[in-house]
């Protein structure tokens, strides 16, 4: 009776040490998004062309893409328009729908380490990885497509571990519809349900039944994309740049066997980099847990691959004169999404590309811990010496299964195709991973100083992303300021006004024919390309622009200014009018 007592007993305060660590992110969540203040209606980013869709379904009832889009979108679509009920539509509205979106993903991310058998402690720090990352985060200020996706991919993999794991049917047909719903909003969250179809036979078994009910599921996501892409089609919903980046995929898959051999190793150096950086919290205070448990041997062998994988990290970064940031789309080397380097002086961008260096050599270690943990995960898989359990070894072929399906497209992409914000899905896979290979039941305390790395890590990740998205939020808030004074003070139309890329698009990028004149007696097709929505860019063509610096032919009708936290500063923002003599 006491042994039961017990146990009982046990369960209960894991439950609410479960539930303490979850209450602490929200805090935490709803603390980081009052700091950066969402409240605005203005596009960010992309979503000018999401909020579009929204627009329509609220005015007219009927859905519809705009020609920027290149996802599926049918899911968040309905769920902005859900949060644009009360008050109509805004952006302010759609941002709370993603943030909303954002504390779900997060909270998911510590429950599925939790289903991966890692402790609350280390469930807690993934998660508060995943909030605090500067991709995850700015973006859940926007009305982007990657934190619903992510979101979406997160509660199906959730559900569908849940139910392996349980045996439940319902929690495995929750993870599939789920997963359904992911496809409907971005095409690669396909890859979720071969992944469970393989996880599901290694753990109920090969035969002719079990192959039926693991890979049935998958055709069944197939032809609901496939059936959904058709409907667009038929339905003349189908945007220009629909499956625009699998087009692409395309043209690298048919280029030369060393050309794509270049461009999957670039991509997964940079991969790596990303990725080893923002676990470095998680992984500084893991890798000591294995450590210890190897041999002397073993220990010499962990080392020396850790010096060589940074070592000629380092060496091939200078040679080719890389640093991070490495791709684009968000984080840029003065903050997230825009670049001001003019405004800097010299010594300040001196500093700043130091920063960076070392911040790439940060990720280049990181990146060789990761190594090891996919060496580790291999062999336990292919090393029949290694007795693992089923539960673990289905769930390891799930998660590496899941991480080389997702690399396998982008990682053929060139730099140009593709955007650092599609890193974020790797995020929980890898630190699953990481609890996965790593060793439980250890009694050492871990090491004071990794303690105190993975902390202070955490607090520079958060005090740089909470101030790079509060700059990023008030710059465009200021700049839509002094739109909207132009169209309402001076009655100018939007046509006169070059106010940015996201100005641009909201106004004219939806419609290629009214963004490019040159579409305009073309038949619709598909097979669009970014560089065709020239409305976009800009040009010398317009009566009224804004920039952040005063600009030759131009006179400065108005200056607007914000503060900015990051390099604490004050900035100013120019209404500029073109000389009529210029």
Not at 101 to 121: F, H, M, Q, W
Not at 305 to 312: E, K, L
Not at 325 to 335: A, D, E, M, W
Not at 418 to 429: G, N, Q, S, V
Request: glycine content about 6%.
């Amino acid at each position: 009776m006491s042994i039961t007592n017990n146990l009982s007993s046990k369960k209960f305060k894991l439950s609410i040490l479960d539930l303490k660590n979850i209450l602490v992110i929200i805090f935490i969540w709803s603390a980081t998004v009052i700091l950066v203040n969402p409240l605005g209606n203005f596009p960010l980013n992309d979503d000018w062309a999401y909020g579009w869709s929204v627009k329509t379904l609220l005015e007219t009832g009927n859905f519809q893409l705009s020609d920027w889009t290149a996802t599926n979108l049918l899911p968040q679509v309905f769920w902005g328009a859900l949060f644009c009920l009360p008050f109509g539509f805004s952006f302010t509205a759609l941002r709370f729908s993603t943030l909303t979106l954002g504390l779900i993903g997060v909270i998911t991310t510590y429950d599925l380490l939790r289903e991966a058998n890692s402790s609350p402690k280390y469930s807690l720090v993934g998660a508060l990885i995943v909030a605090l990352n500067p991709l995850y985060f700015v973006l859940s200020n926007s009305f982007m497509s990657d934190v619903p996706s992510f979101t979406f991919a997160i509660l199906a993999l959730y559900f569908l571990i849940r139910g392996l794991k349980r045996n439940s049917h319902f929690e495995i047909l929750i993870g599939i519809v789920v997963a359904f719903v992911s496809i409907l909003n971005r095409q690669s969250n396909l890859i979720i349900l071969p992944a469970f179809g393989f996880a599901y036979l290694l753990k109920k078994g090969l035969n002719s039944r079990n192959i039926v009910k693991a890979f049935f599921p998958t055709l069944v996501g197939i032809a609901l994309y496939l059936s959904y892409s058709k409907w667009l089609q038929l339905t003349e919903r189908i945007p220009i740049l629909y499956n625009f980046q699998a087009k692409q995929l395309l043209k690298s898959f048919s280029s030369g066997f060393l050309e794509i051999i270049s461009i999957y190793s670039e991509n997964l150096l940079i991969f790596s980099i990303y990725l080893g950086l923002f676990l470095f919290p998680l992984l500084i205070v893991k890798f000591p847990i294995q450590y210890h448990k190897l041999s002397f041997t073993k220990k010499r062998i962990s080392l020396f691959t850790i010096f060589i994988i940074v070592a000629a990290g380092i060496v091939y970064c200078l040679a080719a004169k890389k640093q991070m940031p490495l791709v684009g789309n968000v984080i840029n080397p003065f903050g997230l999404v825009y670049e001001e380097a003019f405004l800097l002086k010299p010594i300040s961008i001196t500093i700043i590309n130091i920063i960076w260096k070392n911040i790439t050599i940060v990720g280049l270690i990181g990146s060789a811990l990761l190594f090891q943990y996919f060496s580790i995960a291999f062999f336990k898989l292919v090393n029949q010496k290694q007795n693992i359990e089923v539960e673990k070894k289905w769930l390891l072929v799930l998660t590496l299964f899941t991480i080389f399906m997702y690399f396998l497209p982008i990682g053929v992409l060139k730099k140009i195709y593709w955007f650092d914000r599609y890193l974020i899905f790797l995020l929980p896979l890898l630190m699953m991973l990481v609890s996965i290979t790593t060793k439980n039941g250890s009694k050492k305390r871990i090491a004071s100083w990794a303690v105190s790395t993975s902390l202070i890590m955490l607090l520079l990740y958060g005090g740089f992303t909470i101030s790079a998205t509060h700059d990023y939020l008030s710059w465009n808030r200021v700049r839509w300021q002094a739109v909207h004074d132009l169209m309402q003070e001076f009655q100018v139309s939007p046509n006169q006004i070059n106010g940015g890329f996201e100005f641009n698009g909201w106004y004219f990028g939806n419609r290629l024919e009214k963004c490019n004149p040159k579409y305009q007696k073309s038949p619709r097709d598909s097979s669009g390309n970014w560089a065709d929505f020239t409305c976009l860019w800009g040009g010398n063509n317009y009566k009224y622009t804004i920039s952040l610096v005063p600009q030759i032919g131009y006179k400065v009708e108005k200056t607007y200014s914000y503060r900015k936290w990051l390099l604490w500063s004050k900035e100013n923002l120019y209404l500029l009018r073109q000389n009529t003599n210029a």
